[in-house]
């Protein structure tokens, strides 16, 4: 059975970039449905991304601590055990209560949620397949549509998931044991983040990365440090090193590795294939209705306003250039929603902010000091070790630095990267720096708490401009 309602604005998709341009469409006291195919709504981030990680990230560093680092402060623990289905079971509630919440702040915004699996089906109609019940559809209509599905992982030929033993980040965040040897393709953030878990809970783990560099966006001098510390930690990198093959068994993955035109092979409990993500576009109706997407990518081309080349329909976030952020999804479902009410609505990409959750965290704004030679621009950097921060050193937490790249003529501050414990909270203050377009001296003379991880901004902001 089939019924048709009418709307000012339908969103396919329910996460970051979704649900926040449903409440600032409500806000705009627009009509608006979200349409999620999935029974909770968060999309990738809150259900099998950036939360039930950090959960992980949190819980397993926790235990290194108390297994490494208690004793140095005087606290005793006796012998330690690992429960880690409790482990799961804390990480699961989490995601609960952030997946409730997310559907009672679209509820009390007089959102309609509607489950389901949606398609385009010509110029402001979506046609919803019920979760439950198949033969049921819904058609929804609407003067704007704005696609915000997200991505998935990227298969490699060759090591195609099984879900058991060659498996994604998803699989990779519900692991009922702790593998003896995890093998991770790809040494980019996800790759690295999910094996600081692994490894802190005793998992030997193996990075293969056929790059040079891990993370290779990362600001080279940040990149370098990152590297150095995590193989302090145990991680072991095979850099410039490409699988040529993979086979799964009952309880091994035995894997074929090819470096500087030699090969060999390792054999693994687990082998995570972390290399990337895609546009989830599959199903959509995309190319039944003409809307163009990028040969290469898969990417959904849109205008400033977000709009696709076909009137009233939008996209956002994953689906469009730029990096793969539930915060960039965000900005990009209220500016696209400002746009289609008449509003000035932009986002300024030179001022969103990167993070690695590992230990320490690497976060950063801006152009990195490669970036900012290969456009000859004319630059000074200002560093500070935490090593010479107070609070750093009272918490035993004095790897990584912090680091100012400003224009030498203007003093702008062009990028910032901080690589150490609590970057990810410490950014914030440079990103807006950046958006505001301060000057380095504006950091430095900005009287900072003492004592504070953030003193280390200040004195290299204070270097960055001269002083």
């Known amino acids: 059975m089939a019924k048709t309602e009418k709307f000012d604005l339908v969103i396919i998709g329910g996460g970051p970039g979704g649900y926040v341009a449903a409440v600032r469409a409500a806000q705009l ?8 195919k999935e029974p909770r709504l968060g999309g990738v981030c809150l259900r099998v991304g950036c939360i039930p990680s950090k959960a992980l990230l949190d819980s397993s560093e926790y235990y290194h601590l108390a297994k490494e680092r208690f004793a140095e402060h005087g606290i005793e623990t006796g012998k330690l055990t690992l429960d880690l289905p409790a482990m799961m079971a804390r990480k699961d509630k989490v995601v609960e209560d952030l997946t409730d919440n997310v559907r009672k702040l679209l509820e009390r915004n007089k959102i309609e949620i509607v489950h389901g699996t949606a398609r385009l089906a010509g110029s402001g109609r979506v046609e919803v397949k019920n979760a439950e019940e198949k033969d049921r559809q819904q058609t929804l209509e609407a003067k704007s549509i704005i696609l915000a599905t997200g991505s998935e992982p990227v298969a490699v030929p060759g090591l195609e998931f099984d879900g ?14 702790v593998p003896k040897q995890l093998g991770i393709v790809g040494g980019g953030y996800i790759g690295l983040e999910l094996g600081s878990v692994w490894r802190r809970l005793g998992a030997e783990v193996t990075v293969i990365e056929m790059l040079p560099q891990i993370v290779a966006a990362l600001d080279g001098q940040v990149g370098r440090t990152l590297h150095r510390i995590l193989k302090k930690q145990g991680f072991d990198f095979r850099l410039k090193t490409k699988v040529t093959g993979a086979k799964a068994s009952a309880k091994k993955v035995t894997v074929t590795l090819g470096a500087g035109g030699k090969e060999e092979t390792l054999k693994f409990d687990k082998l995570l294939v972390a290399v990337g993500r895609r546009p989830l576009t599959r199903g959509l109706g995309l190319e039944e209705i003409g809307i163009e997407t990028d040969a290469k990518t898969g990417m959904v081309i849109v205008n400033e306003k977000y709009q696709t080349n076909q009137p009233g329909i939008y996209a956002i976030g994953d689906l469009i250039a730029g990096p793969m952020l539930a915060h960039k999804a965000s900005a990009e479902g209220t500016a696209a929603v400002e746009g289609i009410a008449g509003l000035p609505g932009e986002v300024n990409y030179d001022a969103i902010p990167a993070i690695i959750y590992t230990a320490p965290e690497v976060a950063s704004v801006g152009l990195t000091e490669e970036q900012v ?20 050193r009272c918490l035993g937490e004095t790897d990584g630095f912090a680091k100012v790249i400003a224009h030498k003529k203007t003093d702008r501050v062009l990028g910032v990267h901080v690589i150490g414990a609590r970057a990810s909270e410490m950014i914030a203050e440079c990103v807006l720096a950046v958006e505001f377009g301060a000057a380095a001296e504006d950091m430095a003379r900005t009287v900072h708490g003492h004592p504070t991880f953030s003193e280390a901004l200040m004195e290299a902001a204070m270097a960055a401009s001269g002083h």
Not at 29 to 36: I, K, L, P, Q, T
């Open 29 to 36: 006291d627009m009509r608006v449905a979200c349409v999620e």
């Open 164 to 177: 058991k033993n060659i498996i994604s980040s998803s699989e990779a965040l519900q692991l009922k044991t």
């Open 373 to 392: 030679k290969q456009r000859e621009i004319p630059y000074r950097v200002g560093t500070y070790p935490f090593t010479g921060a107070g609070r750093a």
